[in-house]
């Protein structure tokens, strides 16, 4: 049982290119999240998804994009990587939709954009 | 929105001694509030919750209380061992915003 993955691991990305953190949870959850955590900034949702087929934006969404076409899957898109980009990136599922139960975090992405 | 707002950003305590952290939130609507625990290069862990129906919990050495009035939550530790080192994150759920909102910290230090 993996519970939940993500890749890659730490990635290096020129400025202008795309990129998509890919994140997998084979626990069935129904929901699931991205977070990006810089220093003294703590965790700051990007975007979420309650369920497949549908997505919502959290508290910094501009530059990313993110698709829920099944229940495991949730990837991360930003579609012309800048330097303030650059974080560690974590997902996240939880089985309790709503934002009021526990959530599971991935292993994390550090992305440099440079 | 909900802000959530912790304090202090870094905390140092003798093992055995008792730590504290403090995070107040803007949103009385919301009505849950986690702890997790996040070690160097880890990822972070729920370590307790609580819900707005409750005034305290506790789990073996770590408890929380929450003051809905005053809209603060404290994370208390006792007896605290090296173990306990790491970076504490508090958050609240704004009621039917899907969200979960983190503070931003509390790097805690236990010295042998």
């Known amino acids: 049982i993996a519970g939940i993955t993500q890749a890659p691991t730490s990635q290096i990305l020129a400025a202008g290119r795309r990129m998509t953190l890919r994140c997998t949870q084979d626990?069935?959850?129904?929901?699931m999240y991205w977070y990006r955590q810089d220093l003294g900034l703590g965790l700051r949702l990007i975007h979420y998804?309650?369920?497949?087929?549908?997505?919502g934006k959290g508290e910094v969404p501009d530059g990313y994009s993110v698709s829920r076409a099944n229940t495991d899957d949730f990837p991360l898109t930003l579609a012309s990587a800048v330097p303030s980009q650059t974080s560690v990136y974590f997902c996240?599922?939880?089985?309790?939709?709503?934002?009021?139960?526990?959530?599971?975090f991935g292993p994390g992405t550090r992305l440099t954009v440079l | 929105g909900e802000n959530v707002e912790q304090h202090p950003s870094t905390l140092s305590v003798q093992e055995g001694d008792s730590a504290v952290i403090k995070c107040t939130y803007s949103?009385?609507?919301?009505?849950?509030f986690p702890w997790y625990k996040q070690e160097l290069g880890k990822r972070p862990q729920l370590i307790i919750d609580i819900r707005s129906n409750v005034g305290e919990k506790k789990d073996q050495r770590i408890a929380v209380t929450l003051n809905k009035t005053a809209k603060h939550f404290s994370l208390h530790i006792t007896e605290t061992q090296p173990e306990d080192s790491a970076v504490y994150f508090c958050a609240a759920s704004p009621y039917n915003t899907d969200k979960l909102i983190f503070g931003t910290g509390t790097r805690l230090q236990v010295f042998p």
């Open positions: 996240a599922s939880s089985p309790t939709s709503g934002g009021d139960g526990e959530q599971f």
């Open positions: 998804s309650n369920t497949a087929g549908t997505t």
């Open positions: 949103d009385s609507a919301s009505n849950y």
């Open positions: 626990m069935r959850h129904n929901a």
